[in-house]
């Protein structure tokens, strides 16, 4: 699966973004999907995971509260809504997916970068203060 994420820009502090990321060439439905952001300061860190069917959705510590995500597999896209925004959240958002027919046990496995496969190309995300 291909994926493309949009919806960065620069927004200033309280503000809201929504991130989109759209699929390609594959059974949407059947991937795992999630959001990580990276600075050129830090590795790339998991904000926010979904699994196959949108049942279940975990989220980082910094996330939980703030941000939101959510899919829908009949547009073969997942978002992140992102609200009261902080400087620093500004990042590169990136959107991964993993096929749920070769991971046992997904919800042990969201956080770490190495579970997906597939990335897209990132979105920027500025939040000024």
């Known amino acids: 699966v291909q994926l493309q994420a949009s919806g960065g820009g620069l927004v200033q502090a309280g503000g809201s973004l929504r991130l989109s990321c759209t699929a390609s060439g594959g059974v949407f439905s059947a991937h795992h999907m999630s959001w990580f952001r990276q600075t050129s300061r830090q590795e790339r860190e998991f904000v926010a995971a979904i699994n196959s069917a949108g049942t279940n959705k975990y989220y980082a510590d910094s996330s939980k509260g703030r941000f939101a995500i959510s899919r829908d597999n009949a547009e073969n896209i997942v978002y992140l809504q992102m609200n009261s925004l902080k400087p620093e959240d500004t990042a590169v958002y990136y959107c991964?997916?993993?096929?749920?027919?070769?991971?046992?046990?997904?919800?042990?496995?969201?956080?770490?970068?190495?579970?997906?496969?597939?990335w897209g190309q990132g979105t920027q995300v500025t939040v000024s203060s």
């Open positions: 991964g997916a993993r096929n749920k027919w070769n991971i046992a046990d997904f919800g042990s496995a969201y956080m770490s970068r190495w579970t997906y496969y597939n």
